[in-house]
């Protein structure tokens, strides 16, 4: 059974920092893309930043040169440093992993359970 793991979220003053962590578990699996979504209230999803297996990295405009997103393919494992941090950052964060299973065969987006945001003084 495959799993995402979040860790990291939690309250920060404008202009701190937090770092989100998120780890794919399970038998025989092999990740290619991975990346991070956001949510806020009344909000539409949107993607924040994805990078491939290879550490090629995209980020939606508006946290360019703030966030950086990495991973470490030994473990599976996907970050999201977040710099500088604006109140229109709040949001409910989540991972997802393409993820290939051996048993069953198969490729599909497993996401992660969500961690909360929130920028505020």
């Known amino acids: 059974q495959v799993q995402l793991v979040e860790s990291g979220g939690g309250l920060v003053q404008p202009g701190g920092s937090l770092r989100l962590s998120c780890a794919a578990s399970?038998?025989?699996?092999?990740?290619?893309?991975m990346g991070w979504y956001r949510q806020a209230p009344g909000e539409e999803r949107e993607l924040v930043a994805s990078i491939t297996s290879g550490g090629t990295t995209n980020y939606v405009n508006s946290v360019k040169g703030r966030f950086t997103i990495s991973r470490d393919n030994a473990k599976n494992t996907v970050y999201l440093q977040m710099n500088s941090l604006k109140p229109e950052d709040t949001a409910v964060y989540y991972c997802y992993a393409r993820i290939l299973t051996q048993v069953p065969y198969s490729r599909s987006d497993y996401w992660g359970q969500g961690t909360q945001v929130t920028v505020s003084s």
């Open positions: 399970g038998s025989s699996i092999s990740v290619s893309g």
